[in-house]
C-alpha cells in the first residue's frame, strides 16, 4: 500500500501519456511510440512546473519499467532461429557494433561531447536503437535528460534511413537477400527496420525480406548481453578506484539475466516443446508499451530547452556512426561476396 500511494499519480499520468502515443506509433510506424512519448512528456512538463507529487511514480517508470520493458524483449527472441537465419549475418553485426563503437569512442575524445550520452548513442546506433538504450541506461547510471538525448539522435537517423534505404539499395542494385541484411544491420530500432523492409517488398514484389530483416535485427538485439555486462564491470573497476562505496546490486544489471532467462523460456517452448510462437506475443507487446511508457515518464524529467542547446555535438556523432555502419554494412556484404 506504501508503494501505491506513493507513486500512483506518476504511474497513472505516464499510462495517460502513453497510450494515444502508442496508438500513433502503431500508425506512425516510421516515427514509432516513444519517440511521440518522449515529445508528449517534454512538452507537458514545460507547463507542468510543481510535479512533486508525481515525481515518485515518474521515476519509478523511467526506471524500473524501462528494465520491465527490456526483460519481455527476451520472449521476442528465439535463439535456435536466430542461430539457424541469424548466423550468416553475425560478421557484419560484429562488424558495424564495432565501428559505430569506435567512432563514438573517438567522437567523445575529440569533441569532449558527455561519456554517458556518448555511450548511449554508440550503443543505440550499433545495436537496437531505444530498446539498447534502455538496456544500458541503468547499467552506466545515466539521467534521463541523457537518455531523451539520445533516443531523440537515434530517431532522427531512423527516420532518415527507413524512407531513404529502399531507394538506395535499388540504385546500388542490391538483391532481396542484400537488402534484408543491410535494413537489419544499418537501421537502429525494430519499427524502423520493419518499415525500410515493407517498403523494400511494396516496391519490389519480394515476399521474404521483412522477415529475414527481422531475424537479423533480433540477432543485433542479442548484443545487449555482452555490452551490458562489460559496461556493468568498466563501472565496478572505476568505482573501486575510486573513494565511493561499490553496490553490486546498483551496478550489476541483473535484469539482464532475466532478459536471458525470457529467450531461454522462447526457446524451449517453440523449438523443442512445439509451442506456437504467438502464445509470447502478449509479452512482446507489454514489453513496447512498456517502453513507450517509460519514454514519457523520461520527457517529463527532461528540459527540452535543454535539450535543444546541447543537441549539436551528439547529432553530430549519431550521423557520423549512422554513416559508418551504413559503410560498413554495405562493404562487409561486399567482402562476403552478397553483392
Known amino acids: 500500500m506504501n508503494f501505491l500511494t506513493q507513486n500512483y499519480k506518476g504511474i497513472l499520468l505516464c499510462l495517460v501519456i502513453s497510450l494515444p502515443c502508442y496508438i500513433l506509433g502503431n500508425i506512425f510506424e516510421v516515427i514509432g511510440g516513444p519517440v511521440f512519448a518522449i515529445l508528449a512528456g517534454m512538452l507537458i512538463t514545460l507547463f507542468f512546473k510543481d510535479k512533486s507529487d508525481f515525481q515518485p511514480g515518474i521515476q519509478f517508470t523511467s526506471k524500473k519499467v524501462l528494465q520491465y520493458a527490456v526483460i519481455l524483449l527476451g520472449f521476442g527472441l528465439n535463439l535456435n532461429t536466430i542461430a539457424q537465419v541469424g548466423a550468416q549475418s553475425l560478421p557484419i553485426i560484429v562488424s558495424t557494433i564495432t565501428a559505430s563503437l569506435v567512432i563514438a569512442f573517438v567522437l567523445f575524445k575529440f569533441l569532449n561531447i558527455p561519456s554517458k550520452i556518448s555511450i548511449l548513442i554508440g550503443v543505440g546506433s550499433s545495436i537496437c536503437g531505444g530498446s539498447a538504450i534502455a538496456a544500458t541506461a541503468p547499467v552506466i547510471g545515466a539521467k534521463d535528460d541523457e537518455v531523451a538525448q539520445a533516443i531523440s539522435v537515434i530517431f532522427l537517423?531512423?527516420?532518415?534511413?527507413?524512407?531513404?534505404?529502399?531507394?538506395?539499395?535499388?540504385?546500388?542494385?542490391?538483391?532481396?537477400?542484400?537488402?534484408?541484411?543491410?535494413?537489419?544491420?544499418?537501421?537502429?530500432?525494430?519499427?524502423?527496420?520493419?518499415?525500410?523492409?515493407?517498403?523494400?517488398?511494396?516496391?519490389?514484389?519480394?515476399?521474404?525480406?521483412?522477415?529475414?530483416?527481422?531475424?537479423?535485427?533480433?540477432?543485433?538485439?542479442?548484443?545487449?548481453?555482452?555490452?551490458?555486462?562489460?559496461?556493468?564491470?568498466?563501472?565496478?573497476?572505476k568505482e573501486k578506484n575510486s573513494s565511493n562505496a561499490i553496490d553490486m546490486k546498483k551496478i550489476f544489471p541483473f535484469f539482464i539475466l532475466w532478459f536471458i532467462a525470457a529467450s531461454?523460456?522462447?526457446?524451449?517452448?517453440?523449438?523443442?516443446?512445439?509451442?506456437?510462437?504467438?502464445?509470447?506475443?502478449?509479452?512482446?507487446?507489454?514489453?513496447?508499451?512498456?517502453i513507450v511508457m517509460a519514454m514519457s515518464a523520461i520527457g517529463l524529467n527532461t528540459n527540452i530547452v535543454k535539450l535543444i542547446k546541447t543537441g549539436g555535438k551528439p547529432i553530430f556523432m549519431g550521423f557520423c556512426c549512422w554513416i559508418g555502419i551504413t559503410l560498413i554494412s554495405l562493404l562487409m556484404q561486399h567482402l562476403i561476396g552478397i553483392f
Open 264 to 290: 531461454i523460456v522462447t526457446t524451449v517452448s517453440t523449438s523443442f516443446l512445439g509451442l506456437d510462437n504467438s502464445i509470447f506475443s502478449v509479452f512482446k507487446t507489454l514489453s513496447k508499451f512498456f
Open 157 to 237: 537517423f531512423n527516420v532518415i534511413a527507413a524512407l531513404i534505404f529502399p531507394s538506395l539499395g535499388q540504385l546500388i542494385g542490391l538483391s532481396n537477400e542484400g537488402f534484408a541484411l543491410f535494413a537489419g544491420t544499418a537501421v537502429n530500432d525494430t519499427s524502423s527496420v520493419t518499415a525500410a523492409a515493407s517498403s523494400w517488398e511494396g516496391m519490389t514484389g519480394a515476399s521474404n525480406v521483412l522477415n529475414e530483416a527481422t531475424i537479423v535485427k533480433l540477432t543485433r538485439t542479442l548484443a545487449i548481453i555482452p555490452i551490458t555486462l562489460v559496461l556493468a564491470f568498466i563501472r565496478t573497476k
